[in-house]
């Protein structure tokens, strides 16, 4: 499903990618977990196409699809879901105005029929019981003065809503407490744990894999994946550290 092969990405003309080589096939579900400055945050803004991310080697592709050749919007459209370590707050618009015309542009990107009003708010009842989020919070300005927690819940909610095929959730674990962080695992297997979809959760710590299981754990450092495992890679590094587990 994605397939990054040889990336070099630079910031502000800083290489901070340097040959990150990584195969998602659909029904998995990987985490990739490294030290701060390795490159995790990055890696997912140059997937999604954020300005300043440059690309300077390697591809990218999505079910064969060039991503890097893709404007955000139709990365998107074309199945791409990044939840971010800290969510934008946009004051003045409420999430459900924003939910719905995102989830709209994305149909119209498709050619596929857009939700009337009834059909969208039947669709936003329902994920955000799923997250344990009141709807009356769904009427709020996006994010505004919302806490960690609940940020996490309305960005899981929001991936519910727009169903991507696959999700890159970096560091969706920070700042929650260890309820919200169930609610938040539960949230991600039950909308995300499907054999046509897959996932990739960056974190720094290993908390989140209690609740959510990968099927592979990657160490990226100095822009690469220095080690691959399965779900026993990520006690070991919580164990041990980075520096001891990628120098074995
Ligand atoms: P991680 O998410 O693994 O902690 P990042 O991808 O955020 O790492 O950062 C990787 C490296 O890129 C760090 O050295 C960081 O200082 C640098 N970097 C990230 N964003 C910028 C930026 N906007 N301008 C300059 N350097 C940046
Ligand atoms: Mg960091
Ligand atoms: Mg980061």
Do not use: C, W
């Given at each position: ?36 400055g390795a490159g ?156 046509d979809k897959a ?50």
């Amino acid at each position: 499903m994605l397939k990054i092969d040889d990336l070099h990405a630079t910031v502000a003309d800083k290489p901070i990618l340097k040959g990150l080589t990584l195969a998602l096939n659909p029904g998995e579900i990987h985490a990739i977990m490294g030290p701060n400055g390795a490159g995790k945050s990055t890696l997912a803004y140059t997937l999604g196409g954020r300005p300043g991310y440059e690309v300077t080697g390697g591809t990218a592709t999505l079910d064969g699809a060039d991503l890097l050749d893709m404007e955000p919007h139709e990365r998107a459209a074309a199945g791409l879901f990044l939840g971010f370590q800290y969510p934008v707050e946009i004051p003045g618009v409420s999430n459900l105005q924003f939910l719905r015309e995102s989830l709209n542009s994305q149909k119209r990107a498709r050619g596929e029929k857009e939700l009337n009003g009834g059909e969208f708010i039947r669709l936003a009842k329902e994920k955000a019981a799923l997250l344990g989020l009141d709807m009356e919070m769904l009427k709020r300005p996006v994010n505004v003065g919302f806490s960690g927690g609940e940020k996490k819940r309305a960005e899981m909610v929001q991936m519910g809503i727009l169903d991507p095929k696959l999700a890159i959730l970096d560091e969706t674990d920070s700042g929650l407490d260890i309820d919200a962080l169930k609610v938040v695992g539960a949230g991600i297997n039950a909308i995300m744990r499907k054999s046509d979809k897959a996932v990739l959760l960056i974190t720094h710590y290993q908390r989140l894999l209690d609740y959510v299981k990968p099927d592979f754990v990657h160490v990226l450092a100095g822009g690469r994946i220095v080690k691959s495992g399965g779900a026993e890679l990520a006690l070991e590094l919580e164990r041990e550290g980075y520096a001891e587990v990628v120098a074995a």
